[in-house]
């Protein structure tokens, strides 16, 4: 660390110990006092380092060295609501499905998005990266659910869609909460046993990060109820289903 600023390393070595090659990367103000960095090596012998950037505010970026210790791409990710981002951890994935005839090694980061406070803790993120085989190439990021492929730089941020409601079983009134990693039109339906709609809580445009919302049984017998929610935005349709016990 200088005048505040971190700086982390990236070091090979040999069977033998001898420094093969370094490489460092500014890490901008320090925050953590330890930082978490996870390191990941593909079967060709490249190296991924995920680390904490920024400061504050800070956010995961993603590093690719070649075996010769060149930096072949970055990636940073930026969760929606601009707060910290931290990896937990880090791990390469060899497809055995050939896209295009060349099998492309996934880069996976999991980790915490958008926390603020034990109070506010964010929420669990995955992020999935898809490179082509070329390296210092494209960086594709290759979406499972649409086919989607996008340019160097950008990728697939797989935030984990989270949908609940407490107390259940409820009697009278339940509170719906459910996360959105993008801004989106949010519908929610209520299904009795036989898959009937029976009430339309939320059928609206919302902000991306995370909603409460109360919802009353009012007319509803006992019983086991489902609820789903899709939300879609530019990025596409997400959607869950989950039961609910009304006493």
């Known amino acids: 660390m200088t005048n505040g600023q971190i700086t982390y390393y990236t070091t090979k070595f040999s069977a033998a110990?001898?420094?093969?090659w370094t490489q460092s990367y500014n890490?901008?103000?320090?925050?953590?006092?330890?930082?978490?960095?996870y390191l990941a090596i593909d079967g060709s012998g490249n190296a991924y380092v995920t680390v904490p950037i920024g400061g504050i505010a800070s956010n995961i970026a993603t590093i690719k060295y070649s075996s010769s210790g060149i930096q072949s791409w970055i990636v940073i990710f930026n969760g929606p609501a601009n707060q910290q981002d931290?990896?937990?951890?880090?791990?390469?994935?060899?497809?055995?499905?050939?896209?295009?005839?060349?099998?492309?090694p996934s880069v996976y980061v999991c980790g915490m998005s958008d926390f603020q406070?034990?109070?506010?803790p964010g929420y669990v993120t995955l992020i999935k990266y898809t490179q082509s085989s070329t390296v210092g190439g494209k960086v594709l990021a290759k979406n499972s659910a649409d086919e989607q492929f996008h340019t160097a730089g950008q990728f697939e941020a797989a935030s984990l869609f989270s949908l609940s409601n407490y107390p259940n079983p409820y009697?009278?009134?339940?509170?719906?909460?459910y996360s959105l990693p993008y801004d989106s039109h949010v519908l929610i339906q209520v299904f009795d046993a036989a898959g009937r709609a029976v009430a339309v809580p939320i059928n609206e445009h919302q902000l991306a990060g995370r909603h409460t919302e109360p919802f009353e049984s009012g007319r509803l017998t006992p019983g086991m109820y489902?609820?789903?929610?899709?939300?879609?935005?530019?990025?596409?349709?997400?959607?869950d289903t989950r039961q609910m016990i009304v006493q």
């Open 17 to 20: 110990g001898t420094v093969l």
């Open 27 to 37: 890490g901008g103000p320090l925050f953590y006092l330890d930082p978490k960095i």
């Open 86 to 104: 931290f990896a937990t951890g880090l791990l390469t994935y060899q497809s055995s499905s050939p896209l295009g005839g060349v099998t492309y």
């Open 117 to 120: 406070s034990d109070a506010i």
């Open 171 to 177: 009697k009278g009134t339940t509170y719906i909460t």
């Open 226 to 239: 489902s609820y789903r929610i899709l939300a879609t935005s530019t990025q596409g349709t997400l959607k």
